[in-house]
């Protein structure tokens, strides 16, 4: 089982950038595959960016409304996983949560989130 804590949210004004953290304990972090997701108020939570498992290549994809803007990366020495934004926009506002997805088993575990607001 894995655990997971996030970090490096807060208040940004729009165009601004902010780089979210995930440290993830008590497992092996490279065979987890690592996403991030978000959920603003009265809306479901949505995907923002993944990243594979090293053994699966540490392939990332991205939600259409973050491409060019966020880049998620994750280093395996530090068992963190990064995620830097960009450009920031009011409607990224929301909490942020960290995923981690174990190979083969497919179980998954989540942080307890960050707050992101983008307003002036």
């Known amino acids: 089982q894995v655990q997971l804590v996030e970090s490096g949210g807060g208040l940004v004004q729009p165009g601004g950038s902010l780089r979210l953290s995930c440290a993830a304990s008590?497992?092996?972090?490279?065979?987890?595959?690592m996403n991030w997701y978000r959920q603003a108020p009265g809306k479901q939570r949505e995907l923002v960016a993944g990243?594979?498992?090293?053994?699966?290549?540490?392939?990332?994809n991205y939600a259409d409304s973050v491409k060019g803007r966020f880049t998620i990366s994750r280093d395996n020495v530090k068992n963190t996983v990064y995620l830097q934004m960009n450009s920031l926009r009011p409607e990224d506002t929301a909490v942020y949560y960290c995923?981690?997805?174990?190979?083969?088993?497919?179980?998954?575990?989540w942080g307890q989130g960050t707050q992101v607001t983008v307003s002036s």
């Open positions: 995923n981690a997805v174990r190979v083969v088993t497919s179980a998954d575990y």
């Open positions: 008590g497992s092996i972090f490279s065979l987890y595959h």
């Open positions: 990243i594979t498992s090293i053994t699966s290549g540490g392939i990332t």
